[in-house]
Nanobody, 117 residues
């Protein structure tokens, strides 16, 4: 199983980034996918999750700025992040599992997002 996250980088406050996570070795269309993040000195937290049926949920701190989506034909999940804030700086991980209401089964490597002027 591989979950390959990409798209992180350095962006100024108010800017945008689009993270991608391409998967292999899982039945993607049947999997619940998610994005988590971990900032230095903090615990990993959920950012956004999407079920196999396309049901989405977001952390409160997203406040309409982020959008999770999936492309079953490409076995890829995305996280569009707009109006980024310095407090969004973190290592972002994608995940896969059986349900958005359960802990993920598989994790990808992180992609670093740094929001700074």
């Amino acid at each position: 199983v591989q979950l390959q996250a990409s798209g992180g980088g350095l962006v100024q406050p108010g800017g945008s980034l689009r993270l991608s996570c391409k998967t292999s070795g899982i039945i993607f269309r049947s999997s619940a996918m998610g994005w988590y993040r971990q900032a230095i000195g903090k615990q990993r937290e959920s950012v956004a999750r999407i079920s196999s049926a396309g049901v989405k949920n977001y952390a409160d701190f997203v406040q309409g700025r982020f959008t999770i989506s999936r492309d079953n034909a490409k076995n890829t999940v995305y996280l569009q992040m707009n109006n980024l804030k310095p407090e969004d700086t973190a290592l972002y991980y994608c995940s896969a599992g059986s349900s958005i209401n359960r802990s993920p089964t598989f994790w990808g490597q992180g992609t670093l997002v740094t929001v700074s002027s």
